[in-house]
T-cell receptor
Framework: GESVGLHLPTLSVQEGDNSIINCAYS??????FIWYKQESGKGPQFIID?????DKRQGQRVTVLLNKTVKHLSLQIAATQPGDSAVYFC????????????FGQGTTLQVKP | DTAVSQTPKYLVTQMGNDKSIKCEQN?????MYWYKQDSKKFLKIMFS???????INETVPNRFSPKSPDKAHLNLHINSLELGDSAVYFC?????????????FGSGTQLSVL
């Protein structure tokens, strides 16, 4: 079946350091990927996305890298801040036109002051 | 002025009861979803409606019945609640099917079945 997974359930970083959250996906037909951030007690919030015709996309303090050869996605957060503490999910669109977004299991990012 | 709002925020109930969760979006979106998040934070789609029509039913027990009276509302009714239904349920909406850049989630309904 389709699955999107993350390599580490919890990542702990020092404030100011860079964070890297990884994700492995299994559906080679996926052509669109998203990272979401979920803070405690809230719903997931869109951070950044990338299409399969790109291998890197940058936002404000965040960068998403896509390696289609090994079906790997990563989210890099520069100068991590306490407000970045949350659960991060990668998601893929799976086979085209299904209308479904498939989420990975989430990585909890803890930022130590 | 909340974009996607769901009620109630918390729902505690006994096994066997019937309960409903309501969702409303004021974004003018055509497509709405229900997702279930388990205790391990895994998010799984349950249903999707596009302009009041059911387009995704992801092998959910028929005790769960979504209803969309208009495209701004998508409610979830659950009959004969079971312990395994305990989870956080999220409503979400997007401009149209497949447009995930603008997928907005509500803040969730934490359902506890005792």
């Amino acid at each position: 079946g389709e699955s999107v997974g993350l390599h580490l359930p919890t990542l702990s970083v020092q404030e100011g350091d860079n964070s890297i959250i990884n994700c492995a996906y299994s559906n080679s037909a996926s052509d669109y990927f998203i990272w979401y951030k979920q803070e405690s007690g809230k719903g997931p919030q869109f951070i950044i996305d990338i299409r399969s015709n790109m291998d890197k996309r940058q936002g404000q303090r965040v960068t998403v890298l896509l390696n289609k050869t090994v079906k790997h996605l990563s989210l890099q957060i520069a100068a991590t801040q306490p407000g970045d503490s949350a659960v991060y999910f990668c998601a893929e669109n799976g086979s085209s036109n299904t209308g479904k977004l498939i989420f990975g299991q989430g990585t909890t990012l803890q930022v130590k002051p | 002025d909340t974009a996607v709002s769901q009620t109630p925020k918390y729902l505690v109930t006994q096994m066997g009861n019937d309960k409903s969760i309501k969702c409303e979006q004021n974004l003018g979106h055509d497509t709405m979803y229900w997702y279930k998040q388990d205790s391990k934070k895994f998010l799984k789609i349950m249903f999707s409606y596009n302009n009041k029509e059911l387009i995704i039913n992801e092998t959910v027990p028929n005790r769960f019945s979504p209803k969309s009276p208009d495209k701004a509302h998508l409610n979830l009714h659950i009959n004969s609640l079971e312990l395994g239904d305990s989870a956080v349920y999220f409503c979400a909406s997007t401009v149209s099917t497949g447009v995930y850049e603008k997928l907005f989630f509500g803040s969730g309904t934490q359902l506890s079945v005792l």
